[in-house]
């Protein structure tokens, strides 16, 4: 009789992919239906079924369904969640940070902030929320156009801050979605961090909507999947092409900073890469930025990620020992933070 351990390895086991040692060439050129990747087993499923279990915790019948597509989403009418292929697999990972700079929802903090986003959305659908007037009223209109571009305040207390980019700011939809993102944390802990704050209304209506909606059945159960990812016809280099177009437009006001930090590998072909670094550091960067600037940990991550994606992008090392690098990286992330407060506005394309 197989021991429990070892049954645990193969419920969790990866299946025998035939690309798995396929090259970037290789593998951009195959079409993603032929991928064959299944969502359960993968390394993204423990999050799905985490999320499942909080929304249990507190109380909200609906269990939004799970697919794979090319990118996060979650389609308007449909309570279910679209996840994006790389997560399933780390040799696409691998492909998407190469590709990407990042993967987004690579850690699982990281995707369960997002999928607590999309649930959000996923329950807005399967209740018609945005349909009442209370609703409405907190939030705005979910009639109001979506925009390629948003500018936002990121000074502003009225929205809570969750998944990055101020991106609550962007539609009211995405304000629910941002403030019920917030409300899965326990009580105590959205309360102590919004107190004073306007925001702190919306995650006051949340918890009173959430309440109210455990004691009835949703009106919306459709278990639709849009754009799976066993009928797209596309290549992964065709889908890599289409999004490298669509996001192209980085960050690169502060590169004049960086680069008085980090110098290009050329110049110190053996140097520590700059983005390795402020990766390897991370949680201590996080720390020392958050006990002297005594900011929102949001403020924090968006610096973070700047630096480190310009970083890649310049292929820009560092100018000394990792010892002597460690005070003007953390200066320089402080500048940074602080900037963006000072001039209290960004623009994101959506």
């Known amino acids: 009789m197989a021991s429990s351990s070892n049954r645990h390895r193969k419920k969790n086991r990866l299946p025998d992919y035939h690309w798995v040692d396929y090259d970037d060439e290789q593998l951009l050129a195959m079409k993603f239906k032929n991928l064959k990747l299944q969502l359960r087993n993968s390394p993204v499923w423990p999050a799905v079924e985490r999320l499942h279990a909080e929304l249990e915790r507190h109380g909200i019948p609906v269990r939004p369904h799970c697919w794979l597509s090319t990118e996060w989403f979650c389609p308007d009418g449909i309570p279910g969640i679209a996840i994006p292929f790389y997560l399933a697999h780390p040799r696409l990972a691998q492909l998407e940070r190469k590709m990407m700079g990042d993967v987004e929802g690579g850690s699982m903090k990281w995707r369960m902030r997002i999928l607590r986003h999309e649930a959000g959305h996923a329950i807005d659908n399967a209740y018609a929320l945005r349909r009442r007037s209370d609703w409405r009223k907190i939030f705005g209109r979910a009639s109001e ?131 390795r670094y402020v990766r390897e550091i991370d949680p201590q960067l996080r720390r020392l930025l958050e006990r002297r600037a005594r900011l929102h940990p949001y403020f924090i991550d968006h610096a973070i990620r700047t630096v480190r994606q310009r970083a890649r992008d310049l292929d820009l090392v560092l100018r000394q020992s990792t010892r002597e690098a460690k005070r003007k990286v953390v200066r320089l992330h402080e500048r940074i933070v602080l900037d963006i407060l000072q001039r209290n506005r960004e623009n994101y394309t959506l």
């Open 145 to 275: 156009p979506y925009r390629n571009m948003y500018t936002p305040r990121p000074g502003s207390h009225r929205y809570v801050l969750h998944i990055g980019h101020w991106y609550a700011q962007s539609h009211p939809t995405e304000d629910f979605a941002e403030t019920f993102a917030v409300w899965m944390q326990p009580k105590a802990r959205w309360r102590r961090d919004y107190e004073d704050w306007p925001a702190l209304r919306k995650l006051e209506y949340v918890d009173e909507l959430m309440a109210e909606i455990s004691e009835t059945e949703p009106v919306r159960r459709s278990r639709s999947v849009i754009e799976p990812l066993s009928e797209l016809d596309m290549t992964l280099g065709q889908h890599y092409r289409k999004r490298m177009n669509m996001y192209g437009a980085v960050e690169k006001r502060y590169d004049k900073w960086i680069t008085r930090v980090f110098t290009a590998r050329n110049k110190r072909p053996r140097g520590v890469p700059a983005s």
